[in-house]
């Protein structure tokens, strides 16, 4: 008896112990309260996220427990700050997933992503938490409640009714089934462009090969064969390597090669195949919004966005569609024919020759590339030049904090503060490729902004996330254009989390509508080919020297190169978005045949045997962009027709900096954003900015 005793004994204390051990179990003792990095491991994340469901239900018993009648404060409020520690983990986990995953985290994942479904599904069906936030809901305008908090409790409530809280009998049991097995389904879609995408490797070793390629794109090729153990030059699916290559190779049948590598991922057969899952999340996606009474997926999640429906998502996409019509061929047209003067006889041009004629041609016709540019847009100048137009639009100022803990050496941690010394936010950047890590470029938080009981503000944890240009042996980190402007967007929805001043966590930072959210991100774009700005930052990593005022007029006058062809390529994606996501029946057939089927109004080039995009369209299939996609060119109408106010009053106005803001920075989802953005601007958008900015004639 004694052993059995001694054993429960020694088995409590071993469990007491281990959770002790782990760092998501107790308040953060970090900087700002920042998760600590440097104590995660692996092995704690699934104990955490189960305690924190547990946790969760627990509070949400609480709630259904109370028999008072259902108010703002004894309902809504506490539904709003619960879960905290299920929030916390899976925050971690899911940016680390994107960040810096290994194959134990995906296996991880797909132990926790069921588990997480079925707690979602038992939150959002409870039907005795439901009817407490519908008796809430219908009396909130009659309760005094103020404006954010009208707002929450309708967020609260359409969030309630978009996850099958409405639905009677067996219909939850289907909509349980097909949720959970959506969020399977984008998880290995996922999972799969990864693998797919670390899986191809093109390693050259006779330096003839190279022919074409600058110096810096050579160098940057023998550390990543460094990198791997490997002789010679290498070259993958990366931004940074694949873009370079694409441009200046001048072997054809390499480009050709890194081509089809890039066009065929996850369509090609084998293990990370994504054709199927493709047909299944459109078809479960269909089957959703089918149970929720609504014929598509896109009727179903266009009804709450700017957007309102499809048929104004068609009709922007098709405006644009004319507008750009001649722009679009004749880029075209220069580039196919500038390549036939260039080899002197006729070719049959095909979609890897487009960067690379393209480069030629814009050399040709504006002496500006990326190798003249490069050498003034250093990393750690162009970072100063970024938060630096934060400074003098918004009064903040970064300050590196070591202290922070971070989750890679690559990855560093600022202090934000306003012009008052008041802390504003923690931002992180993380800025080159790596193995665990995803492609593309996003910003994320580690906790959004909300107040506290007390009103204290507790400020947001923000990253942006890149895979941009690493140094060499011989150089630093030395950015193209085109990730410079990359830079900007992503920080702009940083910015967008950052300065945020709410009340409630739900309503806070980018969590606005999607065809909204991209505002903030591309206005700052327009910075880019500003000389003001430039002027601030531009400086030769070597020498010293500002960027000369030629070389500036030369990108500015560049600005619109290939902009018909850029905008034809956008509106090529959100075609294909909206026809996986109005179809009405379930698709069966040949994807490939699909996607050509709703490109083919776009398509400028020849399409290829076995290309295909859909199986990588990350955004849509495994994103928060389904039937969302035009939300690009939505915020593209927005950000043209908002910076024209900047060039009327200056591009570093105070004024008009203070007014966006105030309406559209700080304000989260607290009112409809086009209310927000007539605020700002005086008048609601066309596309005649857009339109002007690019050079199109309507």
């Not at 879609?189 to 190279?210: H, P, V, W, Y």
């Not at 920080?491 to 009340?503: N, P, Q």
């Not at 990350?618 to 024209?644: C, M, P, Q, R, T």
Request: charge should be negative; include cysteine.
């Amino acid at each position: 008896m004694k052993k059995i005793f001694f054993s429960i004994l020694l088995f409590i204390t071993v469990i007491t112990t281990m959770q002790a051990q782990n760092p998501f179990f107790s308040a953060y003792k970090t900087p700002h309260g920042t998760p600590p990095f440097d104590k995660i491991k692996n092995a704690h994340y699934e104990p955490a996220v189960d305690k924190g469901i547990k946790d969760h239900a627990a509070e949400i018993d609480k709630i259904v427990m109370i028999k008072a009648v259902p108010t703002f404060e004894n309902t809504i409020l506490p539904f709003e700050k619960s879960g905290d520690l299920l929030t916390r983990v899976a925050s971690v986990f899911f940016n680390m997933l994107s960040a810096e995953s290994d194959d134990e985290m995906l296996e991880i994942a797909q132990r926790i992503q069921p588990k997480l479904s079925a707690h979602s599904n038992d939150v959002n069906l409870n039907e005795g938490l439901f009817q407490k936030i519908k008796v809430v809901y219908d009396k909130r305008l009659d309760s005094g409640l103020n404006p954010e908090q009208i707002r929450l409790v309708e967020k609260i409530y359409q969030g309630f009714e978009s996850r099958g809280a409405t639905l009677t009998g067996k219909d939850r049991d289907t909509y349980k089934e097909l949720s959970s097995r959506l969020n399977q389904l984008t998880l290995d879609f996922g999972q799969n462009a990864l693998k797919e995408s670390n899986k191809f490797e093109m390693i050259i070793t006779d330096e003839a090969d190279l022919a074409g390629l600058p110096q810096s794109v050579k160098d940057a090729a023998v550390v990543k064969a460094k990198s791997k153990d490997k002789e010679g030059w290498m070259f993958d699916l990366s931004a940074p390597s694949y873009i370079a290559f694409m441009k200046y190779s001048s072997r054809r049948d390499l480009r050709q090669k890194l081509y089809m590598a890039y066009a065929t991922k996850c369509v090609s057969g084998g293990e990370f195949d994504n054709q199927e899952n493709v047909k299944e999340i459109a078809k479960t996606r269909m089957q959703i919004a089918n149970l929720l009474g609504y014929p598509d997926y896109a009727t179903f999640v266009l009804r709450d966005k700017m957007a309102k429906d499809k048929e104004h998502v068609f009709d922007l996409l098709n405006k644009l569609y004319d507008a750009y019509a001649t722009a679009a061929h004749s880029d075209v047209k220069q580039v196919e024919g500038y390549a036939v003067g260039f080899e002197g006889k006729a070719i049959d041009f095909q979609p890897w020759d487009w960067s690379y004629y393209s480069e030629k041609l814009q050399d040709t016709k504006y002496s500006v590339n990326d190798e003249m540019v490069r050498p003034y847009f250093e990393l750690e100048n162009v970072k100063k030049g970024v938060f630096g137009l934060a400074t003098s639009l918004y009064g903040i100022t970064f300050k590196k904090n070591t202290q922070i803990p971070v989750y890679h050496s690559e990855v560093e941690a600022f202090d934000v503060v306003d012009d008052k010394g008041n802390f504003v936010a923690v931002l992180f950047t993380d800025f080159h490729p790596r193995e665990g890590k995803r492609q593309g470029a996003w910003m994320t938080e580690f906790k959004g902004q909300y107040k506290e009981k007390d009103g204290k503000d507790s400020r947001p944890h923000v990253s942006i996330v890149m895979n941009f240009t690493r140094p060499t042996e011989t150089e630093p980190a030395l950015l193209t254009f085109d990730e410079v402007e990359t830079f900007l967007h992503e920080f702009g929805h940083a910015l967008h989390g950052m300065l945020t001043e709410c009340t409630y966590e739900t309503l806070s930072g980018t969590n606005v509508e999607h065809d909204f959210v991209e505002l903030p991100s591309q206005i700052m774009e327009n910075w880019l080919t500003e000389k003001e700005y430039l002027d601030g930052f531009a400086i030769h990593y070597k020498t010293g020297e500002k960027i000369p005022a030629d070389l500036v007029q030369k990108l500015v006058d560049a600005a619109n190169y290939n902009a018909g062809y850029g905008c034809y390529r956008q509106l090529s994606f959100g075609f294909l978005d909206m026809a996986w996501h109005t179809l009405n029946q379930p698709y069966t057939g040949d994807v490939i045949a699909f996607e050509r089927n709703a490109m083919d109004k776009t398509a400028l080039l020849p399409t290829v045997d076995g290309a295909c995009m859909s199986t990588s369209f990350g955004h849509i299939f495994s994103g928060g962009y389904a039937a969302g996609y035009y939300g690009y060119k939505w915020a593209e109408v927005l950000d043209a027709d908002a910076f024209a106010l900047f060039k009327e009053t200056g591009i570093f106005n105070k004024e008009t900096a203070r007014s966006f803001q105030e309406n559209i920075l700080q304000k989260g989802n607290t009112a409809d954003p086009m209310s927000l953005y007539v605020k700002f601007r005086g008048q609601e958008p066309t596309i005649d900015a857009l339109l002007e900015r690019n050079g199109v004639k309507k």
